[in-house]
């Protein structure tokens, strides 16, 4: 069994930056894909990135990511980071860390069976 526990959420001022952190509770071994998610308000959930533990760890970034947004998995994979820089109004919502024992991606996040319970992220303007 795996729990997942976020934490690093809070309110900042646009153009400012926050760091994400999500533990890995359990059997970690086997898990294959771990990543975040994101819901705002009155919207449909996203994905943000996803990281795959293979021999190239390999990272997607959803578009609005790119550029801004870093994934970091410890070795271990107990810990899963994420730092946001220039953040943005339209970054506001609730992060989810998400993790699967399969190889899946941002555009199936039916396929992650495990969820956190989330961390707010508020972006002023």
């Known amino acids: 069994q795996v729990q997942l526990v976020e934490s690093g959420g809070g309110s900042v001022e646009a153009g400012g930056s926050l760091s994400l952190s999500c533990g890995i509770l359990g059997d970690s071994v086997n898990l294959k894909s771990i990543g975040w998610f994101r819901q705002a308000p009155g919207k449909e959930r996203e994905g943000v990135v996803r990281i795959w533990d293979d021999d190239k760890r390999d990272t997607y970034y959803a578009h609005f990511a790119e550029g801004r947004f870093t994934v970091s998995l410890d070795s271990a994979k107990k810990t899963l980071y994420l730092q946001m820089n220039s953040l943005k109004p339209t970054d506001t919502a609730m992060y989810y860390c998400?993790?699967?024992?399969?190889?899946?991606?941002?555009?199936?996040?039916?396929?992650?069976?495990?969820w956190g319970q989330g961390t707010q992220v508020t972006v002023s303007s």
């Open positions: 998400v993790a699967s024992r399969g190889y899946y991606g941002l555009s199936s996040p039916t396929r992650f069976e495990y």
